[in-house]
């Protein structure tokens, strides 16, 4: 199984501020494998970012994704009052058991 | 529009077991698999596995090999979850998602990910 570690566990920000999130997986993910989502409490997740550093569909550009081989980045500049939330990564390895993983999630809150 | 939609809440008691509906609109829904992902309180997100809206085929994860079946109803553009042997760790919301984006009239697959989400269904194991 691919372990997937996030950290910061929460980060402390304001809006306006720059947030680095980070995702390390325990062996070498497939880049274009590799997502992060959003989710906000009573919802269900939402994909922000997919092969490591496309946008999904209708994403602000204030998310970015960058990383390959274990470390992933998801980067959001110009914070706003709606991108406070629990951010997970995930990633997907076909022959792994299970072939798809979750990070246990960053929670980005208001400082 | 493009959803899925999943049956409401449930309590049950330990030994139990629960059939969860996900029922989907807006594209075609035998092009595509649905995937079946709980989260715990607290917890991160677990895949359970997934099951081929067109031909029936599943795959499940180890961990609930033998007490999870994936069945769907193509004419009803229903898929459902059955857990049996219900525990208090089985509590949780759990979730169907299917790996395609559709952007107007045509949609694409995204086998990889989770684009498309149900609202989640929270399950209750209480004695």
């Known amino acids: 199984e691919i372990v997937l570690t996030q950290s910061p566990g929460t980060l402390s920000l304001s809006p306006g501020e720059r947030a680095t999130l980070s995702c390390r997986a325990s062996q070498r993910v497939t880049s274009r494998y590799l997502a992060w989502y959003q989710q906000k409490v009573g919802q269900a997740p939402r994909l922000l970012i997919h092969g490591a550093t496309s946008r999904a569909t209708g994403i602000s550009d204030r998310f970015s994704g960058s990383g390959s081989g274990t470390d992933f980045t998801l980067t959001i500049s110009r914070l706003e009052p709606e991108d406070f939330a629990v951010y997970y990564c995930?990633?997907?390895?076909?022959?792994?058991?299970?072939?798809?993983?979750f990070g246990q999630g960053t929670k980005l809150e208001i400082k | 529009q493009v959803q899925l939609v999943q049956s409401g809440a449930e309590v049950k008691k330990p030994g139990a077991s629960v059939k969860v509906s996900c029922k989907a609109s807006g594209y075609t829904f035998t092009t595509y698999a649905i995937h079946w992902v709980r989260q715990a309180p607290g917890q991160r997100l677990e895949w359970m596995g997934w099951?081929?809206?067109?031909?029936?085929?599943?795959k499940y994860s180890q961990k609930f090999q033998g007490r999870v079946t994936f069945t769907r109803d193509t004419s009803a553009s229903t898929a459902y979850l059955h857990l049996s042997s219900l525990r208090s760790e089985d509590t949780a919301v759990y979730f169907c998602?299917?790996?395609?984006?559709?952007?107007?009239?045509?949609?694409?697959?995204?086998?990889?990910?989770?684009?498309?989400w149900g609202q989640g269904t929270l399950l209750a194991v209480s004695s």
């Open positions: 099951i081929s809206a067109g031909n029936g085929n599943t």
């Open positions: 998602a299917v790996g395609v984006d559709c952007s107007g009239s045509s949609c694409y697959a995204l086998p990889e990910y989770f684009q498309l």
């Open positions: 995930q990633q997907y390895q076909y022959g792994s058991s299970p072939p798809y993983t």
